[in-house]
């Protein structure tokens, strides 16, 4: 079994900045894929960014571009999403989430999934 945990998330201003963590611990895979997600109230989940555990390769939605960097230490088995010039429409719970393919897209599905953290920001 695989267990996320996220933190980080907290209420802030627009234009603020928080580093949302995800630690992950219990199963090991070889090479995996990481994601953050988020979902606001009334809507759907939406993908966010994502990671390839091995290589290191990224991925944003086009609304977080340029303003959030997802990032990965090894040795901590965590992945961060170190988030900018946040925006009142930011906010939502942001989820991380964990797979073992690997070689799928980093916006596909998800077997793991952490708990959620609430990130509100106010304009």
């Known amino acids: 079994q695989v267990q996320l945990v996220e933190s980080g998330g907290g209420s802030v201003q627009a234009g603020d900045s928080l580093r949302l963590s995800c630690a992950v611990s219990g199963r090991t895979f070889n090479s995996y894929r990481m994601g953050w997600f988020r979902q606001a109230p009334g809507k759907e989940r939406e993908f966010v960014a994502g990671?390839?555990?091995?290589?290191?390769?990224?991925y944003y939605a086009d609304s977080v571009k340029g303003r959030f960097t997802i990032s990965r230490d090894n040795v901590k088995n965590t992945v961060y999403l170190q988030m900018n010039s946040l925006k009142p429409e930011d906010t939502a719970v942001y989820y991380c989430a964990l797979d073992p393919a690997a070689w799928r897209a980093v916006r596909g599905s998800y077997e793991y999934w952490g708990q959620g953290t609430q990130v509100t920001v106010s304009s």
């Open positions: 990671i390839k555990w091995s290589g290191g390769s990224t």
